[in-house]
């Protein structure tokens, strides 16, 4: 309902928008009506509060939580109407343009169900973000989940980094042998099925402040500002020259120190699976992106003002050459292996 409000000062497809508009708010009932201006209202006080956060001092702002980051964001928890469930934890951002991490979150969330119909479970962690408006929007927090940089620093490290980081972590919090085991696993799959996610999407910008460890072994990335391929440049060099992040103390871990050399080998096999389950389903994945990009491409070229990444047809066939669904199983596990 937001979006289509905002969609109305459009100079190109404003008429259209509002008849939406129109159609929505004359088949919504009382009762849903209601809902929406409730949705309203919580969004109008958020916004006023983050715009408070921001212009005020330091001493004034211990009033609230929030991040420390550029953005100030907000850090919410809503008590859960089923009195049986947990409270939601959320990260209310303004000034950040959300819909681009929406898009990607719903890609990946396409490729995990093939997965799991292929009877695949990856593990995967895949948080919630909703853009409520231009510029705002709500994040899920995760459940203890920390980044790995919390992780670094928690353990003092300075200089080099130390391969057996992760693994002490996840001891310190899996005491019990099943529990540690149990964490191990879910490491195993869910930091394979990352990698083969950031690497067909092409996301970039990876660093240890947007790869994030649960206490039970999951791992999951977030920040999708970076995708397709498009990776910051520091004096005219690619910073991201990996096709995807998997690093000496994840390998460290997996292989409890180098004491069963066979995971690893395990993993790049999983890793493999998991592509070639998700390149079976190819065209769905590349028509998906098709019909969002003639959406978005429309927008960019007549309002200026589209998604950041999003910027020619060329990117699609980023997707497809990380597909590559012209290969066989044999030589895309080859090239995924190299």
Not at 22 to 39: I, Y
Not at 44 to 50: A, E, Q, R
Request: net charge positive; hydrophobic share 40%.
């Amino acid at each position: 309902m937001e979006l289509l409000k905002d969609a109305q000062n459009e100079a190109y497809f404003k008429g259209w928008y509002q008849k939406l508009l129109a159609a929505l708010q004359f088949c919504a009932g009382k009762a849903l009506s209601d809902e929406f201006s409730k949705e309203r209202k919580l969004i109008k006080i958020l916004g006023d509060i983050g715009e408070k956060v921001k212009s005020a001092s330091d001493s004034q702002r211990q009033a609230c939580s929030y991040f420390t980051s550029n953005a100030l964001p907000l850090k919410i928890t809503f008590i859960n109407a089923n009195p049986m469930g947990e409270n939601i934890s959320i990260i209310f951002k303004a000034g950040d343009d959300l819909r681009q991490d929406m898009l990607v979150l719903q890609i990946i969330q396409v490729m995990d169900n093939i997965w799991l119909q292929e009877g695949l479970d990856m593990q995967m962690i895949i948080y919630r973000c909703l853009s409520t408006g231009k510029g705002q929007g709500m994040v899920q927090m995760v459940p203890d989940a920390v980044t790995l940089a919390k992780i670094h620093r928690h353990f003092g490290l300075t200089g080099p980094l130390k391969e057996n980081t992760i693994k002490k972590w996840f001891s310190q919090h899996n005491p019990l042998k099943a529990d540690y085991d149990k964490a191990l696993r879910n490491f195993f799959y869910s930091c394979a099925g990352w990698c083969v996610v950031t690497f067909i999407l092409g996301v970039c910008d990876r660093h240890n402040d947007n790869i994030m460890l649960t206490k039970s072994g999951h791992m999951f990335h977030i920040d999708f500002g970076k995708f397709l391929g498009h990776a910051q440049t520091f004096g005219g060099i690619k910073r991201d020259r990996a096709p995807f992040i998997f690093t000496s103390e994840m390998e460290y871990f997996i292989t409890e120190g180098g004491k069963n050399p066979q995971h690893f080998q395990d993993f790049v096999e999983l890793c493999c699976r998991a592509y070639n389950i998700v390149r079976k389903h190819s065209r769905l994945l590349l028509n998906l992106l098709e019909m969002i990009y003639v959406r978005f491409l429309i927008v960019i070229k007549m309002l200026h003002a589209g998604l950041p990444e999003l910027t020619g047809i060329q990117d699609l066939k980023y997707v497809y050459n990380n597909l590559r669904p012209q290969d066989t199983d044999l030589e895309a596990t080859s090239h995924f292996t190299r």
